[in-house]
T-cell receptor, first 117, second 115 residues
């Protein structure tokens, strides 16, 4: 593990509640990516953030989902009014710099498993 | 069209034998990178190996090697001398161009090593 910390590891919410997923990137990394993994599927890109900026949110659902990466503290993926279809594993990844060449790899956390009852 | 296709949902291999996990990709970019990640039952994504589109030699990292066939757009992972600890999900991924933010992942192959 390259040091990306995600918490909680497991999160259970009832329909209509809010889910907050936290991600602390590798120390010194200022770029964070969120991916979602549905059962039996690969990871799907959601959003890419730098400190205090959303760079690419083309994979984020238009409603109920938001992400931030404040100057201080972890990145937060927030899901409002969760529905059963939000149940998935949510992975955070980080990189030290903007991916300026296709060689740079992402360092992943262990994921947060969200279960919506 | 799928960017990354992994056609083997599950594979079995005898301990100490070699195994090949298939991956084909689809891109019109000339410059791209191909990656393999391992996901054990604990859930984390572990980087294994990288191949660049302009790399002339196949990448190798210890027991892992990447059989890169550019004309066929395939990037198969070869694991030699399989170990019980190799049992996991394996994901092939691609990043296009030099500024793309997205990694595209396949659906994965579940590898089970049999003692």
């Amino acid at each position: 593990n390259a040091g990306v910390m995600q918490n909680p590891r497991h999160l259970v919410r009832r329909r209509g509640q809010e889910a907050r997923l936290r991600c602390s990137p590798v120390k010194g990394h200022s770029h964070v990516y969120w991916y979602r993994q549905l059962p039996e599927e690969g990871l799907k890109f959601m959003v890419y953030l730098q400190k205090e900026n959303i760079i690419d949110e083309s994979g984020m659902p238009k409603e109920r989902f938001s992400a931030e990466f404040p100057k201080e503290g972890p990145s937060i993926l927030r899901i409002q009014q969760v529905v059963r279809g939000d149940s998935a594993a949510y992975f955070c990844a980080s990189s030290p710099l903007r991916l300026s060449g296709h060689r740079e790899k992402l360092f992943f956390g262990s994921g947060t498993q969200l279960s919506v009852l | 069209a799928q960017k990354i296709t992994q056609t083997q949902p599950g594979m079995f291999v005898q301990e100490k034998e070699a195994v090949t996990l298939d991956c084909t990709y689809d891109t019109s970019d000339q410059s791209y990178g191909l990656f393999w990640y391992k996901q054990p039952s604990s859930g984390e994504m572990i980087f294994l190996i990288y191949q660049g589109s302009y790399d002339e030699q196949n990448a190798t990292e210890g027991r892992y090697s990447l059989n890169f066939q550019k004309a066929r757009k395939s990037a198969n992972l070869v694991i030699s001398a399989s170990q019980l600890g190799d049992s996991a999900m394996y994901f092939c991924a691609m990043r296009e161009g030099t500024t793309g933010n997205q990694f595209y992942f396949g659906t994965g192959t579940s590898l089970t090593v049999i003692p």
